[in-house]
């Protein structure tokens, strides 16, 4: 397969040309959370020649996730595969010319170091600001670029934070918001339009900070109004913005929690201990005259008093119907019981 001939289209483009396909080609992006931004960026940079992609997700598919998670079928659904599995298998038949690597994992201050070595760019397609605090926190610490985005009912925003260049996403948003305050896909639901737009976007500025090339700025969009700005934000990093001068709260796990409530899944999720590894066949031997249980080699259904649990090799559990963390987690102490 001709490289060249199938990359003629943005080799003709001025900006990118023969030498920055060739950059592209040398490069590794790292896409955390693939869900509506993630499979958005991800298939744009793949399509475009980025040489290795590793893509990071916790999460299985289910159905309501196909309005706006453009890289997953039925199909997936049907085989209960993990988002990144499956991402993996269709990026590589799209181009098979690049390395992709699906991880299963929820991401945390444990092993964000190890899951974005070797990376010249994150891009953030993440659910919740927590986590993002922690990609924040490994970029500054190790001066590797990522690209914010976030998109929930018909708006959403993106920014390429460049370590000491640009401000960081603690410098415009200093601390958390409380729970419930921010709108999610649960409650406010989503037009795809708005994620695939920034998804798209931040695709886009990630292949400008690949080959060195000045970003956006801030960038805010309203799919349905039409509105559409570059925002106005300091351009230096902020005098009192812990990340930027060295404090890695997040990543020093001064924050943080062991469960977590999952944006549009009415769905909990429960951390493990540590680097477990599970065997189904015992996990479903102890819990079969329980209740009903099928697994596969990425996962374990288990069903009990109408409570239904999801459980991956590495002892993370995804507890379904109940937005209450404690119950969620009284549920996985008495069955996983780590
Ligand atoms: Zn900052």
Not at 111 to 125: K, Q, Y
Not at 223 to 228: A, L
Not at 249 to 263: H, Y
Request: some cysteine; overall charge negative.
């Amino acid at each position: 397969m001709d490289s060249l001939d199938r990359y003629s289209r943005q080799v003709i483009f001025p900006g990118i040309g023969k030498e920055g396909q060739e950059k592209l080609a040398r490069s590794t992006v790292v896409v955390i959370g693939c869900g509506a931004l993630g499979t958005v960026a991800a298939t744009a940079l793949a399509r475009a020649g980025v040489g290795t992609l590793r893509i990071i997700d916790r999460d299985f598919i289910e159905y309501h996730n196909l309005q706006r998670q453009i890289l997953f079928d039925e199909e997936d659904v049907r085989l209960q595969i993990p988002k990144a599995i499956a991402a993996e298998r269709h990026l590589k038949a799209a181009n098979s010319a690049i390395e992709v690597e699906g991880i299963v994992a929820d991401v945390n201050y444990r092993n964000v170091e190890r899951l974005v070595e070797g990376a010249d760019v994150i891009v953030d397609g993440l659910d919740n600001l927590e986590t993002r605090y922690l990609i924040n926190d490994v970029s500054l610490k190790h001066g590797l670029p990522w690209i914010y985005g976030a998109a929930v009912s018909s708006s959403g925003m993106m920014m390429a934070v460049i370590p000491g260049r640009t401000p960081c996403i603690r410098c415009l948003f200093p601390s958390l918001p409380p729970v419930g305050q921010n709108g999610t896909c649960d409650t406010a639901g989503v037009v795809n339009a708005a994620p695939m737009a920034i998804g798209a976007l931040q695709g886009a500025e990630a292949i400008k900070v690949l080959l060195g090339i000045e970003t956006a700025g801030l960038i805010s969009i309203d799919v349905w109004s039409g509105q559409f700005s570059r925002l106005n934000v300091d351009l230096q990093p902020s005098l009192d913005c812990p990340a930027c001068h060295g404090r890695y709260e997040f990543l020093d796990a001064r924050f943080g929690v062991r469960t977590t409530s999952l944006c549009g899944q009415n769905a909990v999720q429960v951390l493990g201990s540590g680097d477990a590894t599970l065997s189904f066949d015992e996990v479903a031997r102890s819990l079969r005259s329980i209740g009903q249980v099928d697994y596969n080699e990425f996962m374990l259904r288990f069903v009990v008093d109408g409570r239904e649990m999801i459980i991956f090799p590495d002892g993370r559990a995804i507890v379904k119907g109940t937005a209450d963390e404690s119950a969620a987690r009284s549920l996985y102490a008495k069955y996983v019981g780590m």
